[in-house]
């Protein structure tokens, strides 16, 4: 009964970096997205995901990458962190219809 | 997309009622309004969806007039634990292109 697993729940990197925040379902959804969500603000789409191969970008798409091969997995891949991304990253996997999102429980990254 | 217009903020006292008002004029015939819950680091929940008229389960009720351009989102008899971010999104995977956007929510707090 996992859901959506976020991995890691915690990291800090230093400005420069590069790592990939790892995301899973095991709901078969199609559809998946990564947000981040800024000290007392709301959700801001990054990219999301209609299905294995295809990825669009949302709001805020610049330093980030990901890519989508398998149903079960959305790794966002950040190229070269700036402290500017320094925030609680959320993944969700959805259902279309009715549409209902279903979340991680969020990996906090601080860049230093 | 539907753009979603809520208040920013609201405070309440335990065993009140909590009524929180989105409007969305410009709502699509097929668009769902739905509303998720988020508690201080975790990912949103679902709470309640509707389409017209009301809907109402164990956490919540949902009032949606006929011409639709607004909902109402009614907590009963709200606790110290409903303190939370409350999010209305309107729309449906197939007309946003599978884009789920989140508004800046309304902050609900409950004072003993």
């Known amino acids: 009964n996992a859901g959506v697993t976020q991995t890691p729940k915690f990291q800090v990197l230093k400005t420069g970096q590069s790592m990939t925040l790892q995301c899973a379902q095991d709901m078969n959804h199609e559809y998946m997205s990564w947000y981040r969500q800024d000290p007392g603000m709301g959700l801001r789409l990054i990219h999301y995901s209609v299905g294995a191969g295809i990825t669009d970008q949302g709001e805020v798409p610049n330093g980030y990458n990901v890519s989508r091969s398998t149903t079960e997995d959305f790794p966002l891949r950040l190229l070269s962190a700036a402290p500017s991304q320094t925030s609680v990253y959320f993944c969700?996997?959805?259902?279309?219809?009715?549409?209902?999102?279903?979340f991680g429980q969020g990996t906090r990254l601080t860049v230093v | 997309l539907a753009k979603t217009t809520q208040p920013i903020s609201m405070d309440s006292y335990e065993g009140q009622e909590v009524n929180i008002t989105c409007s969305h004029n410009?709502?699509?015939?097929?668009?769902?309004i739905t509303w998720y819950q988020q508690f201080p680091s975790q990912g949103p929940r679902f709470i309640i969806q509707g389409y017209k008229t009301k809907v109402t389960n164990e956490v919540a009720s949902l009032f949606i007039p006929a011409d639709r351009k607004s909902s109402t989102l009614s907590l009963p008899r709200v606790s110290l634990s409903d303190t939370a971010v409350y999010y209305c999104l309107v729309g449906g995977f197939y007309n946003q292109g599978g884009k789920l956007i989140f508004g800046q929510g309304t902050e609900l707090s409950v004072k003993p």
């Open positions: 410009n709502i699509a015939t097929n668009d769902y």
């Open positions: 969700a996997s959805s259902r279309i219809d009715p549409p209902e999102a279903f």
